[in-house]
């Protein structure tokens, strides 16, 4: 599953979402906006997707994943519209039998989705200056 929301994440309603009785291990990674990126005070970041685009790749993803990974279900829900500092930004479930591979799959999902979604950040800075930058 996968969706892009102007609507704040809910990380506990995502997780429990997250079912699956053969599953023995769900592992998560939220993305959260920070303060600061190399060197420069963050004060507030926008995100632009193109949802149909990033849906129909991040299925290309999961496919990819179910297939390299022992795993079962992948989720995830990335935010479009202007976040705040500390704002989950992104959020991944992945469901697998066992720990193992629920963890790497999950590290996999996300360089994944940084590289291949067509997702756009702009940062804005404390100096008044703002900036589209690559969000990987």
């Not at 309603?13 to 291990?25: I, P, T, W, Y």
């Not at 129909?56 to 935010?79: M, S």
């Not at 066992?98 to 989705?113: S, T, Y």
Request: charged share 30%.
């Amino acid at each position: 599953m996968f969706e892009l929301s102007e609507l704040p994440i809910d990380p506990i309603r995502l997780a429990k979402e997250c079912r699956n009785d053969g599953a023995g291990a769900l592992v998560t990674f939220e993305g959260r906006v920070r303060i600061s990126n190399q060197g420069r005070t963050v004060i507030r970041l926008e995100y632009e997707g193109a949802s149909e685009l990033a849906a129909n790749e991040f299925a290309n993803i999961e496919d990819e994943t179910l297939d390299k990974y022992d795993v079962v279900a992948v989720t995830c829900q990335h935010r479009v519209g202007v976040l705040e500092i500390g704002d989950v930004a992104v959020w991944i479930g992945v469901l697998a039998a066992h720990r193992g591979p629920a963890f790497e799959a999950c590290r996999f999902v996300i360089d994944e989705l940084k590289e291949r979604l067509p997702i756009w950040k702009k940062e804005f800075y404390t100096d008044g200056d703002s900036g589209w930058i690559n969000s990987a």
